[in-house]
């Protein structure tokens, strides 16, 4: 069974800064893991990945600006600068079995996501 719980959501002014967590409880280490991010009518978008070796892919219009980093089977994603166009429902995925898709099917678990708010 695999269990991921976000915290560290909330309201944040455009330019400040803001750190997510994502812990995992799960039996077997992850190979990938990630953030997506879906706003209201429309599918979850990638963020940024972490895969295997340490293999990091982000979005582009979060290159520069969000920092993801990874401590055993905890994710964090430090958004720094956030804009409005960053509000939305920040989701932590986690794959088992190798690769490390960009699309959110490609994952099998999911948090429940927490809520980010930029104005």
């Known amino acids: 069974d695999v269990q991921l719980v976000e915290s560290g959501g909330g309201s944040v002014q455009a330019g400040g800064s803001l750190r997510l967590s994502c812990v995992v409880f799960a039996t077997y280490s992850s190979y990938c893991m990630a953030w997506f991010r879906q706003v209201p009518g429309k599918e979850r978008e990638r963020v940024v990945t972490?895969?295997?070796?340490?293999r990091i892919s982000y979005a582009g219009s979060a290159e520069g600006r969000f920092t993801i980093t990874r401590d055993k089977d905890n994710l964090y994603l430090q958004m720094d600068s956030p804009r409005p166009s960053d509000t939305g429902t920040y989701y932590c995925?986690?794959?088992?079995?190798?690769?490390?898709?960009?699309?959110?099917?490609?994952?099998?678990?999911w948090g429940l996501g927490t809520q980010v708010t930029v104005s």
């Open positions: 972490y895969g295997g070796y340490g």
């Open positions: 995925a986690v794959r088992l079995n190798s690769g490390c898709p960009i699309r959110a099917r490609g994952f099998e678990h």
